[in-house]
Antibody, heavy 118, light 108 residues
Framework: QVQLVESGGRVVQPGTSLRLSCTAS????????MHWVRQAPGKGLQWVAF????????SCADSVRGRFTISRDNSKNTLYLQMSSLSVEDTAVYYC???????????WGQGTLVTFSS | SYVLVQPPSVSVAPGKTASITCGTT??????VHWYQQRPGQAPVQVIF???DRPSGVPERFSGSKSGNTATLTISRVEAGDEADYYC???????????FGGGTKLTVL
């Protein structure tokens, strides 16, 4: 069955960087476009970034453009989200999601939490 | 770009039918997709392409769209359907994906 397992979330300081990972199994990762979606505590879902199966195409939300970079390593079945200049507004559970043709999210991981120290 | 408006909450008695709406100024022919998120869990897709159900989703879940409003309908509601529900649209012109604010479904 499809499995998406995120990792890398932790407590961070404002202004620092962090890389999230998502390891995929149960489907042909190398042929699947992928996304990152986040959810701030008690809030709704927000799409963050998209990457095509071959990395030739990517896009990201206006709120993270220039700070977040999505990438993938098809040889490792792994999706990444490199986050820099982090701010408290980036506090959220970050989910990786497999794209379904037609513009939706077919499968989701369980998420990894990024939070800030007070 | 899309702004998707959902009612914050909907309440329904067990066995009855729940309707959750998702409105915008113009869907522009785009499909609408729906997700269920139970407390403490990741979202799960329940409807894609406006009215199709992923395998494993009960037939009690259905989707439709009319004009500028899409609707998720849950028939014969059960206690286990209590969750947050989100609609979503893809803007293929700018390759951005948009979610509604979510609707909390309460089973009375």
């Amino acid at each position: 069955q499809v499995q998406l397992v995120e990792s890398g979330g932790r407590v961070v300081q404002p202004g620092t960087s962090l890389r999230l990972s998502c390891t995929a199994s149960g489907f042909t990762f190398a042929l699947s476009p992928m996304h990152w979606v986040r959810q701030a505590p008690g809030k709704g879902l927000q799409w963050v970034a998209f990457i095509s199966y071959d990395e030739k195409k990517n896009s990201c939300a206006d709120s993270v453009r220039g700070r977040f970079t999505i990438s993938r390593d098809n040889s490792k079945n792994t999706l990444y989200l490199q986050m820099s200049s982090l701010s408290v507004e980036d506090t959220a559970v970050y989910y990786c999601a497999r794209d379904r043709a037609g513009g939706s999210f077919e499968n989701w991981g369980q998420g990894t939490l990024v939070t800030f120290s007070s | 770009s899309y702004v998707l408006v959902q009612p914050p909450s909907v309440s329904v008695a067990p066995g009855k039918t729940a309707s959750i709406t998702c409105g915008t100024t113009d869907f522009g022919g785009e499909s609408v997709h729906w997700y269920q998120q139970r407390p403490g869990q990741a979202p799960v897709q329940v409807i894609f392409d406006t009215s199709d159900r992923p395998s494993g989703v009960p037939e009690r879940f259905s989707g439709s769209k009319s004009g500028n409003t899409a609707t998720l309908t849950i028939s014969r509601v059960e206690a286990g359907d209590e969750a947050d529900y989100y609609c979503q649209v893809w803007d293929g012109v700018i390759d951005h994906w948009f979610f509604g604010g979510g609707t909390k479904l309460t089973v009375l």
